[in-house]
């Protein structure tokens, strides 16, 4: 597989929650998801790795889960800075990592 | 601070060659995983490959795209990854990023990034 699957956009007003999926099989979308947040122009940045493991600095406002071969990052009370690029990527059971197409978020 | 300053990124024609590098500082280099991951312009995220710590081993992975054509390195003595690049195509165009893997599957810590473009 060469990417993993997301939707290519999602979008909600401020306040609300969103949910973005990530989906694979069961030969990629194991115990090591992580999600990436990707302003423009600029460099991504770690916001959940291990499924649910949220970094030091990271806004509790974003939380990640997993049912199956799909891995979710959910974003409550939506902030206007939220708006960016969203990337999963997982470990595959061949050696190498994979990222996910890719969400663009958008804050009406 | 986590630091990592990616070098070396130019126009080339295809066919030629190129040599990245990542000046690390800010964590213990020579313990570290480190990758390199591209984007191409207006696309997603895309692996590059990776080289493990000398304590682990130092072995490198590649994406199927590039192995053969790209090769990663390390001077632990100098805090730097490479990446040299041969037999570049068109495909190849993309910012080039370093990245600090802070668990074997994630990428905690990432630069700025470098342009790579390949054309005639």
């Known amino acids: 597989q060469s990417a993993l699957t997301q939707p290519a956009s999602v979008s909600g007003s401020p306040g609300q929650s969103i949910t973005i999926s990530c989906t694979g099989t069961s030969s990629d979308v194991g115990h090591y998801v992580s999600w990436y947040q990707q302003h423009p122009g600029k460099a991504p940045k770690l916001m959940i790795n291990d499924v649910s493991n949220r970094p030091s600095g990271v806004s509790n406002r974003f939380s990640g889960s997993k049912s199956g071969n799909t891995a979710s990052l959910t974003i409550s009370g939506l902030q206007a800075e939220d708006e960016a690029d969203y990337y999963c990527s997982s470990y595959t059971s061949s050696g190498t990592l994979i990222f996910g197409t890719g969400t663009q978020v958008t804050v009406l | 601070e986590v630091q990592l300053v990616e070098s070396g990124g130019d126009l080339v024609k295809p066919g030629g060659s190129l040599r990245l590098s990542c000046a690390a500082s800010g964590f213990t280099f020579n313990h570290a995983w480190m990758s390199w991951v591209r984007q191409a312009p207006g696309q997603g995220l895309e692996w590059v490959g990776r080289?493990?710590?000398?304590?682990?081993?130092?072995?490198?992975d590649y994406a199927a795209p590039v192995k053969g054509r790209f090769t990663i390195s390390r001077d632990d003595s100098k805090n730097t990854l490479y990446l040299q690049m041969n037999s570049l195509e068109t495909d190849d165009t993309a910012v080039y990023y370093c990245?600090?893997?802070?668990?074997?599957?994630?990428?905690?810590?990432w630069g700025q990034g470098t342009m790579v473009t390949v054309s005639s």
């Open positions: 990245t600090w893997m802070t668990t074997m599957t994630t990428f905690g810590f």
């Open positions: 080289i493990k710590s000398r304590g682990s081993g130092g072995a490198t």
